[in-house]
């Protein structure tokens, strides 16, 4: 989920530094107060996905079902003598 919400938190600033970087040229504004407001703006989003997380438990639930449906390991481990032991059932010689 922290993969997802970097994901997520990226995109959307990626396409708003986009447009601030290129109304604060245009504009004339500091490249100091624009790296701040990008850096604020990235803050921002990345608390509010924090938040959502928190409220809706999705971190939590994805978690759990990944413990749910782990595979069940074999009752007796695969040991590579096995191949040559069961080698006539696989060959016709």
């Known amino acids: 989920m922290d993969m997802a919400k970097l994901a997520i938190s990226t995109q959307i600033s990626t396409t708003i530094v986009g447009g601030l970087t290129t109304a604060g040229l245009i504009t004339g504004g500091s490249v100091i107060v624009i790296s701040v407001g990008i850096f604020l703006l ?3 989003i990345a608390y509010a996905l924090y ?7 999705i971190s ?3 978690i759990k079902a990944l413990k749910t449906h782990r595979p069940r ?11 040559f032991s069961q080698w006539g059932r696989f060959s016709r010689g």
């Not at 938040?51 to 438990?57: N, T």
């Not at 390991?73 to 191949?83: G, M």
């Open 73 to 83: 390991k074999p009752e007796t481990p695969y040991h590579p003598d096995q191949f």
């Open 42 to 44: 990235g803050a921002a």
């Open 51 to 57: 938040k959502l997380d928190d409220e809706f438990q």
């Open 60 to 62: 939590t639930s994805i």
